[in-house]
């Protein structure tokens, strides 16, 4: 069982920035941001493997950078530039192997809230 916690939401105008910081409770392949919108599904950000190779949703890679410390078994995602749309409950999720469907993940943080608004 690994368990996820997340932190580093908030309140921010826009065009600001956040940092969003994750940390799992052992070594695990995959590690990811999903958010999730009032009355939208919830939908994929960016994932980073072990080995460092990222992969990001659509268009979320102009404005998003996620990193990862595997020493500290922590994801990072990097946001600037912030519109109110990016307004969501962020959540960090992880994989043995890789997000699928129907769950997407294995293991799931409790999210934190990202508000862009002036």
């Known amino acids: 069982q690994v368990q996820l916690v997340e932190s580093g939401g908030g309140l921010v105008q826009p065009g600001g920035r956040l940092r969003l910081s994750c940390t799992a409770s052992g070594s695990i392949y995959l590690m990811g941001w999903f958010r999730q919108a009032p009355g939208k599904q919830r939908e994929m950000v960016a994932s980073?493997?072990?080995?460092?190779?990222?992969r990001y949703g659509d268009s979320m890679t102009d404005r998003f950078t996620i990193s990862r410390v595997n020493q500290k078994n922590a994801i990072y995602l990097s946001m600037e530039n912030l519109r109110p749309e990016d307004t969501a409950v962020y959540y960090c999720?992880?994989?043995?192997?890789?997000?699928?469907?129907?769950?997407?993940?294995?293991?799931w943080g409790q999210g934190t809230q990202v508000t862009v608004s002036s």
């Open positions: 980073i493997t072990s080995a460092l190779t990222p």
């Open positions: 999720a992880a994989d043995p192997q890789k997000f699928s469907p129907p769950q997407i993940a294995t293991y």
